[in-house]
């Protein structure tokens, strides 16, 4: 979902808006398409999409029954105050349309969250110690939980949004350099133990765990995740959900959406991370057009996720 492309998105279709410029709009093509094979369905994450007719509602573009929306909870950043990287990126609509399908056409999963995390170096209490760092995660579950309450969320993973946006005010989030305070911009220390990041996000899952019904995913990159937690113990996770945003395509039309784990063009599969591959049963979700900094023409994110994977 990366904080960056999606920014850019709202702002370009802001800005089109206001000067009277009209957002793409994309004619129906001759027949519906389906996600392949059975279980996989398309959906949709975070800022608003056009979604397509109703009877069902259909999936932007390439026009396959809508699937699932998967939107920001809250945003660690807003928590704390912050001026900047407080972007909210939840769209109600987009919400009710894909509940709608899930309710009464029994199509994918309705409506998910995720919590933009922020990594030990973010803490306002940070003290260096896991148990901190364990402490702080566990907050940020609290603050997603009482978040969720606030919408109809009827997909049973809340996803922890563990990446490095580039953005102000920690282009790490907090992961890989300790700031001075969370807003402050300033490093105080250009690198974070490994083994604290996993307290972190350790602390998460457990509360979510403790406190409600949800499971727990993770929604990153190879790239991204080694680059934080490493290869070895703290960086494995062979039993907890994935949504992946890699690799990614620009390209978005009727004849390239995604089969299975792949592209038509049956070279761009999604990778997972985490010691983890596509074939695992804890791998869910593909952010295949729109995150990691590659946008389309339509500003949107699109998604493939294998509904019948979860247990």
């Not at 519906?32 to 069902?56: K, M, Q, V």
């Not at 987009?94 to 990594?119: E, F, I, P, R």
């Not at 490093?187 to 083994?195: G, L, T």
Request: some cysteine.
């Amino acid at each position: 979902m990366r904080a960056v492309s999606k920014a850019l998105g709202a702002i370009l279709t802001a800005a089109a808006l206001a000067v009277g410029v009209s957002v793409t709009a994309v004619a129906a093509p001759s027949a519906t398409a389906g996600d392949s094979p059975a279980g996989f369905i398309y959906g949709t994450d975070s800022w608003p999409t056009s979604i397509e007719l109703s009877d069902p509602y259909r999936e932007p573009v390439i026009w396959g029954p809508y699937g699932g929306y998967i939107g920001m909870a809250g945003n660690w950043a807003r928590v704390e105050g912050c001026q900047t990287g407080n972007m909210l990126a939840w769209s109600a609509d987009d919400s009710a349309k894909a509940n709608t399908n899930y309710t009464k056409y029994h199509l994918g999963v309705g409506t998910g969250a995720y919590w933009y995390m922020g990594g030990p170096g973010v803490d306002p209490h940070y003290n260096g110690t896991a148990a901190e760092a364990s402490k702080w995660g566990a907050a940020q579950a609290a603050d997603a939980l009482a978040a969720m309450k606030r919408s109809t969320i009827t997909y049973p993973v809340v996803w922890a949004d563990i990446e490095l946006p580039g953005i102000e005010p920690a282009l790490d989030n907090g992961w890989n350099s300790v700031y001075s305070s969370p807003c402050s911009e300033v490093k105080v220390e250009n690198s974070v133990p490994a083994a604290v990041d996993r307290a972190d996000f350790n602390g998460f899952a457990d509360y979510i765990t403790a406190h409600s019904k949800y499971k727990v995913g993770v929604y990153s990159s190879a790239p991204v995740w080694d680059s934080i937690f490493g290869t070895g113990s703290a960086g494995s996770i062979p039993n907890t959900y994935e949504w992946t945003y890699l690799p990614e395509t620009s390209q978005v039309t009727f004849s390239t959406e995604p089969t299975g784990w792949c592209l038509h063009d049956s070279k761009t599969c999604a990778q997972f991370f985490g010691g983890q591959s596509s074939s695992s049963k804890y791998a869910l979700m593909w952010q295949w057009s729109g995150g990691g900094g590659i946008t389309n023409r339509y500003g949107f994110d699109f998604d493939q996720i294998d509904v019948a994977r979860f247990e």
